[in-house]
Every structure is written in C-alpha cells, then in structure tokens.
C-alpha cells in the first residue's frame, strides 16, 4: 500500500495550494480517502474526508468554506484545494485511506508553509 502526497509549498497568507494524492496497492474495502495536517508541536488533526462516489464530503471547522476534498477514482487520486490560506494552516498534509470504521492506511505528507 502505498500513499503519496504532493503539491505542498510556501505560499503566502490569502494564496492557495492544490494538493494531491496518489495511491496504489489499497483494499477495495478502503473506499474512505481523507486529508489529515499536523503541525509542529501539534497532535495530528483531521481536514476533511471523501466518500468513493465523491457525493459525501465532511470538513474540520478550521478549513470549511476555504478547503474542498475531490477524488478521481479513473486515477486513484484525491485532492486537496486550500484556498485563502493563514498561517495557522501551516502543516505537514498526509492523506489517508480507510473505511466507515476509520483511517487505516497513512502516507508520506507534504509540507505546507504560509507566511504571514
């Protein structure tokens, strides 16, 4: 199993960052794909998640109506849009995969930094 996220970067306050996620090797039980960030000093918080279909999307307080989860399962990839970002966005991103019970597979994250 295998989950590679990407797209991280420096930007500044107000900007945006596309990330993105590509998986091989998963159960087909694990049809749940997710977003998680961690930042330094910080506990692993949870972002968003998506449903196989795409039609069920759930969103952390903290980034709704800024962030929006998409997947292409033609591609097995899922993104990340992170639009009006602050610096408290400022994280590692990994994604995840698992099902209605929880995450069960974690990739490598990508560092996101917005300045002020």
């Known amino acids: 199993v295998q989950l590679q996220a990407s797209g991280g970067g420096l930007v500044q306050a107000g900007g945006s960052l596309r990330l993105s996620c590509a998986a091989s090797?998963?159960?087909?039980?694990?049809?749940?794909r997710g977003w998680f960030r961690q930042a330094p000093g910080k506990e692993r918080e949870f972002i968003s998640s998506i449903n196989w279909s795409g039609s069920s999307t759930t969103y952390a307080d903290s980034v709704k109506g800024r962030f929006t989860i998409s997947r292409d399962n033609a591609k097995n990839m899922v993104y990340l849009q992170m639009n009006s970002l602050k610096p408290e966005d400022t994280a590692v991103y990994s994604c995840?995969?698992?099902?209605?019970?929880?995450?069960?597979?974690w990739g490598q994250g990508t560092l996101v930094t917005v300045s002020s």
């Open positions: 090797g998963l159960p087909i039980t694990t049809l749940i």
């Open positions: 995840a995969a698992g099902s209605s019970i929880g995450f069960r597979y």
